[in-house]
């Protein structure tokens, strides 16, 4: 038995693999002749009906142009899409009661009240202080808000500390003025409530401050867990009208305003009481008033004023909003930058500005393994700065200066997507005595009493409204206008170039199936000569003739020469045409 060669096996395959090659390139050439022809495509059907080589190259040239042309266009769509994803609608006619009224958080710069400071001198001095210890005690508590050079030992405030069995926290809220004391008369919308009932202690920069439309964390008021003071009451409860059955602003819910005015918002009377300052933030008798967004811990972002005794001070508010539209809620975090209310983990809501305060706490005293005492969340696995950790913090901020890190870049927070911010305008001025009365102001020594109004200089705000700059429907839209600038193409150019490319495919082998069953004459008819051919024509006529050509071929055929009898070249075989 004779083997074939390897060599003329590889051959064999190496022929058959260049046959089925030639066959796929043809079909190609086949479809994109049929395509060319028949699309609605501009231009394409000059590819193959042009006369010339050189047309036929010039249109092909131009074609392929548009496509490319049109590809980057949609390619510059799609980055500058992938890239900025949102757009910002600037509004200005939106009314003023559909933004919030800030939270008013008003805060004595005294940090020592010195009738409980000489409560505590007293336990002190039992305890081997004498009133210098003491004095030197209180003037250094104020540090714990400013760091600066305390004027007393470490040994004796921690002494002082272990002494009085309190943590720093309940001292600094024990030694503070209570807000019924400074808030004598409160009134919101013209209507006068009790100030003990709709302010609250609550914790800002500025230490243990009075805070009205506070809702950050406010799952207690602090003043109310000290059942040392429980027998404090405000020096005006005569003239302040009970309002226990009435719902009470700022309580439950953030407010609104439904108009602009001196008499529709809040008005405040202060008594900050100079002659009992002991300790002072500041080197002045008067008040910090902080405006800020109701959910926000009064720091980052709040707006400070200061009210002075014997003054009236008009507060005008102006606001400003963030709304974002909720298709920015599909596109990636990364991409949009902001965060909404429900996508922060949490029992409260988030706030970029307490994130941003959070940081800078963490930053700045987390170096000497503490916290503040005003540190806006409770922080039981870390201890409460004192007065032995100022110079730790002192030395840490000096090192952050040098180095000039910025806390707002290494705190990683995301601004909220919906937001709002206020812009004070405050005008003070010094009270006359003058022929005046009101309702707020009756009865009050005009001296000593401070007037706080604040309210919305306009009936409307500004708004930012974060859009998505295109939807999925937009975007397709604008693929669909750049294919047709370029193509003069539409959805169904898609569907037609899909169809040429199936039709092909099936067509294309039935049609060649049915050439090879085409009809023949019967195999007593088949004739390898010319004389059997005369006969053959005299019997079925001249027409038939015209019409078919007539093939013979010997049983020695070629298996290539069976499949494709239109090109019979064997030995053997001969063809006949009329």
């Not at 050439?29 to 231009?43: D, E």
């Not at 509004?91 to 710069?109: A, H, Q, R, Y």
């Not at 092909?504 to 000569?529: C, G, M, W, Y």
């Amino acid at each position: 038995m004779k083997t074939m060669p390897e060599n003329d096996h590889n051959t064999e395959k190496m022929k058959k693999s260049s046959k089925r090659r030639s066959s796929f390139v043809k079909s190609l050439k086949r479809c994109f002749f049929n395509y060319c022809k028949n699309t609605g495509l501009h231009g394409f059907r000059y590819i193959v009906t042009s006369e010339t080589n050189s047309e036929r190259t010039m249109w092909l040239t131009m074609c392929m142009s548009a496509i490319a042309f049109c590809v980057i266009l949609m390619l510059r769509l799609w980055i500058f899409f992938s890239n900025n994803p949102t757009i910002t609608v600037i509004d200005t006619s939106n009314p003023i009661k559909d933004l919030p009224f800030p939270g008013i958080t008003i805060c004595n710069n005294n940090k020592v009240y010195k009738p409980h400071a000489d409560l505590i001198a007293q336990k002190l001095l039992m305890n081997g202080f004498d009133s210098n210890m003491s004095n030197r005690l209180f003037f250094s508590l104020m540090k714990l808000i400013r760091p600066d050079k305390i004027e007393i030992d470490n040994a004796t405030a921690s002494w002082a500390l272990d002494t009085l069995g309190y943590t720093v926290e309940k001292l600094m809220l024990e030694l503070m003025q209570p807000c019924n004391l400074l808030l004598v008369r409160c009134a919101w919308l013209g209507q006068i409530y009790d100030c003990d009932k709709i302010f609250k202690t609550v914790k800002s920069n500025e230490g243990f401050c009075c805070g009205f439309n506070y809702h950050f964390g406010l799952s207690k008021d602090y003043w109310d867990e000290l059942s040392s003071q429980t027998n404090i009451t405000t020096i005006e409860n005569d003239v302040q009208p009970s309002n226990s059955a009435l719902h009470l602003p700022g309580v439950g819910q953030i407010l609104d305003v439904p108009g602009t005015g001196r008499d529709i918002g809040l008005s405040v009377a202060l008594n900050i009481d100079a002659e009992n300052y002991k300790s002072s933030v500041r080197q002045y008798v008067g008040a910090t008033v902080l405006t800020h967004d109701p959910i926000d811990y009064p720091d980052v972002g709040a707006q400070s004023s200061t009210l002075l005794p014997g003054h009236t001070m008009s507060m005008e508010l102006a606001g400003t909003k963030i709304e974002s539209s909720e298709d920015i809620r599909d596109i990636p975090l990364r991409k949009r930058m902001c965060l909404f209310d429900n996508e922060n983990s949490g029992e409260r809501m988030y706030s970029y500005q307490t994130c941003i305060s959070e940081c800078i706490h963490r930053n700045t005293y987390g170096y000497c393994g503490c916290l503040p005492f005003f540190y806006p969340d409770e922080h039981p696995d870390m201890r409460t700065c004192y007065l032995t950790d100022v110079d730790c913090i002192l030395a840490r901020r000096r090192s952050i200066s040098q180095v000039k890190v910025s806390h707002i870049n290494d705190c990683s927070c995301l601004p909220q997507c919906n937001d709002q911010s206020y812009e004070v305008t405050s005008e003070s001025i010094r009270i006359e005595d003058i022929e005046y009365d009101s309702e707020l102001t009756h009865g009050l020594n005009a001296k000593t009493t401070s007037f706080l109004y604040v309210y919305f200089r306009d009936g409307t705000y500004l708004e930012y409204r974060k859009q998505t700059i295109l939807r999925w429907d937009g975007l397709l839209a604008s693929f669909g206008g750049i294919f047709g600038l370029c193509l003069g193409g539409s959805v169904m150019s898609l569907v037609e170039f899909i169809y040429y490319m199936v039709s092909n495919h099936i067509t294309v082998p039935k049609k060649r199936l049915e050439t090879q069953n085409d009809h023949f004459p019967p195999a007593s008819e088949l004739f390898v000569s010319v004389a059997t051919c005369e006969n053959w024509i005299k019997k079925h006529g001249k027409t038939v003739m015209e019409k078919r050509e007539v093939r013979a071929w010997n049983g020695q055929l070629s298996q290539r020469t069976r499949k494709n009898p239109f090109s019979l070249k064997s030995k053997g075989s001969r063809v006949f045409h009329k």
